[in-house]
């Protein structure tokens, strides 16, 4: 990873509250251009809230945040374009075949058919999906969903994608399959923004934050924060903060 | 690469919602059963036509009059004779078990009184728990006395009798529904609960689910805008909504004969417009819920309410005036009476312009409500 990439993310004193409750407490830190970046924390920690605002789904109570050169708040139809998204709840549509959800999506993203249909080809193929292209969301195992509902989230070519725990419930195997996926999306110059709570999922970032309580506790490559905090895994580092 | 010309994402949202609605095993069975259900059910139940009154003879006569006049309600395909005895109480009884809806009681002396004097009475009880059958059974049993002998007096418990009978013979003409027919008055009011009822909760339904099954949230992180969401949204409901119309009207015609006097271009052109309120109400509902409980309950609410009050079954011109007020934004009211100037009475559209213009203005609002709710961003 370059060092001197430009930032394809700002975020500056980003507070948001639920009433007393405050959710993410004056969250500073900046995502570098072609960055894997993990959002660590536990359940609970402001993950999740955090995300939600950085893709333009919720407000933000104060703070500024900027992605991909617009400002979230006032260009927000601009961040959209730019930006991928796939949350922890499933977001495709059970009812429509894997093909059909990957029509829609690069459809409602203003893509023509033309370049819709290459690249379905393209990404049926990668992804070995070619005999199921036709199968209901619903009929397939949980893994294969990820996968899809990953892919599609890229479709359009986003400068960044968000990942909400994309891996909660799935597999050792296929968590391992699905981080190759986010190398390759890596390799091809998109930014990936990724929140889990699995330690050794930590190691695979560029550089990871961890969270406690709304605060970033903790930001830097995962080497460094092991050397920082005096410990052999991320698992430790992550016990000590949120201790 | 990337075009933004907005007809083609509402393409894609059109494409996605037919596929889910074609797929869905219940959807098919709705949009056909339902309505050769309710049409054939409620056409022929929904019905005010007394056609088996349920009557019980006291004839304390017993004289070729009285029985003349008996013979008169048994011969009539209105009544069924159920029972006779000498006893009253016997017969209040039947009344509480609900098997009569009318007692007749002749006293002795009937035959001999009307030839005398030239008058005599007879006794009607009628159960008074239905108001609108009981006024009706009076006033066909009255009449069918009055036939018989003008010099009966009806003596009526229960309900005001038809004393001081003129003698002149009153011709009634019916227009635009000769024979009084029932059917032909209600199914047009039917068809439109249909046409209501699947539109709404459809539309409703639909939205809210995104939100269940977190669809929603996917979309709301793409460009995609608010208009083109809610016109991809509606216009598949808006196709149901006509068909349904259409194949309500085929049923119609086919089976109890409607007339349709009016241009049936106009009937569609207004159910447009009586769409856009309908599918802007079943909108907004589904923007301030969050589960398709909520949208059930509140949209079951409304709908009740409406219907009751959209003079379906009663003129809402003798109903009190807070009520005709609130009829003001009663959508089934104004389709109601659109729907059945048209079809019985051919009305065309500077009859119906004020329905016209008054929906066409609540379906701006409504709709405009509903983009306005739809949240993006929470």
Redesign the interface.
Known sequence: MNENAENIIEVKDLVKKFGNFVANDHLTFEVKKGEIFGFLGANGAGKTTAI?IL?????PTSGDVNIAGYDVYKE??KV??N???M?Q????????TVR?NI???G??????NK?IKEKTESLLDRLKMREIQNLLISSLPLGWKQKIAFSVAIFHDPKIVFLDEPTGGVDPITRRDFWEMIYEASHEGITVFVTTHYMDEAEYCDRVSIMDRGKIEGLDTPGALKDQFKAQNMDEVFLKIAR | ?????KV??I???L??EF??IF??RTMLPMIFGVPIIQLVILVHAATLEMKSIDMYIIDKDLSTMSHKLISKFAGSPFYNINGASFSLNEALETIEKNKTDVIIQIPYGFERDLIRENETNVQLLIDGINGTAASLINAYSSSVISDFNRNIIVDLTQMPSLKNLEPINVETMYWYNQELNYKIYMLPGILVILVTLISMFLTAMNIVREKE???I?????????KFEFIVGKLVPFMIIALFELAFGLAIGKIFFHIPIVGSLWLLFGFTIVYLLVVLGIGLFISTISSTQQQVMFIAFFFMLVFILMSGIFTATESMPLWAQKVNIINPFYYFMRVIRMILLKGSGFWDISYEFFSLLIYGTIMLSLAVWRYR???
């Open positions: 939600k893709s333009g789904l919720s407000y927000r139809e959209k374009k930006i991928g998204y949350s709840r499933f977001s495709l549509y059970e009812d429509l059909e029509r829609f999506y459809g409602i993203y203003g893509l023509s370049y | 690469m990337k075009k933004l010309i083609k994402k393409k894609y949202i494409q996605k596929t889910q797929r869905n099954i977190g669809t949230e996917q979309l709301n992180v793409t460009p995609i805008k993006k961003v929470s």
